[in-house]
């Protein structure tokens, strides 16, 4: 049990954003095998075919059904980090305004090929009810398959996993990847996430505008791309100064505008509303 203890916190600082070369001893010969390449741009592989927690046979293409998708590769079993990271996920997604299954899918793929639809059902009930939005078990996929297709899915977006047969866990990196309608790899979040301020809930934001190439948002979703950056390093969005100062600039032309034309369209009430003088006023009278 404490060599699982250790294994797993081992992965833990694995998957934060802090690299493993400045500590002070080397990792575990296992966690060296294990990396995350990001691939931004890269094809998923649309055609590979999993089970869905039915047991129905789906490929990755028809679970995405054509929307922005969010994909996670977590297997059922991990005692800590996996379930982390979905911990994390439903908590970010609950500050979303847009709902799984209408605006965007999630579809999270065991990476062992020895986990079965009874133990995807059951991971699935689980997180669709803490998500708590109806219609999500609709866009929520949970899948299993075998080694074939969740190598051919793990290469293709970079993510490397060990097995540990001396402990039946497997050694891997935590991240949630955004997939374009296309099925393109557009953004990764690394590690796990607290969601301080709501901070996960708007780069989930964002990452989901990018990926649908803003067919989804709102002009302020606009303005908040305008002014935050991705950064593949940290897997997070980030305030750029520049743009901020930029954002200002038009926002205060924009309100000097405004004002400009509530002191045009006054004035020019005054004059439309002031009284016209008689021409015949202006002529002297007979008298004079």
Known sequence: MKREMFLAAALILLASPVSLHSAESDPPPILREVTLQ???????P?????????????????CMAGKTTLLV???FRCPMLCTQVLNDLVKGLKGVPWNIG????????????????????????????EYGRSGAEKGWYFLTGQQQPILRLANAVGFQFRYDPKNDLFAHPSCVMVLTPQGKVSRYFLGLHENREGAYSRDLRL???????????????????????YDPETGKYTMTALNLVRAAGIV?????GLALFAMWRREWRK??????????????????
């Not at 990001?38 to 094809?43: R, S």
């Not at 605006?103 to 699935?124: C, G, I, L, W, Y």
């Not at 205060?252 to 000097?256: A, G, H, I, N, P």
């Not at 004059?271 to 009278?285: M, R």
């Open 252 to 256: 205060t032309v924009f309100v000097l």
């Open 207 to 229: 990452g989901l505008v990018e990926a649908s190439e803003r067919k989804i948002g709102t002009p302020v979703d606009s303005v908040l791309l305008y002014c935050y950056r």
């Open 38 to 44: 990001q691939k931004l741009d890269a094809q998923v």
């Open 271 to 288: 004059v439309s509303h002031a009284p016209k003088e008689n021409p015949a006023d202006a002529l002297p009278s007979a008298r004079d």
């Open 46 to 62: 649309l055609d590979a075919e999993f089970r869905d927690e039915q047991g129905r046979t789906v490929t990755l293409g028809e």
């Open 102 to 129: 209408d605006q965007f899918n999630v579809v999270t793929v065991s990476f062992d090929d020895r986990e079965t639809p009874e133990m995807a059902a059951a991971k699935k009930k689980t997180y669709v009810e």
């Open 73 to 75: 590769l977590a297997y």
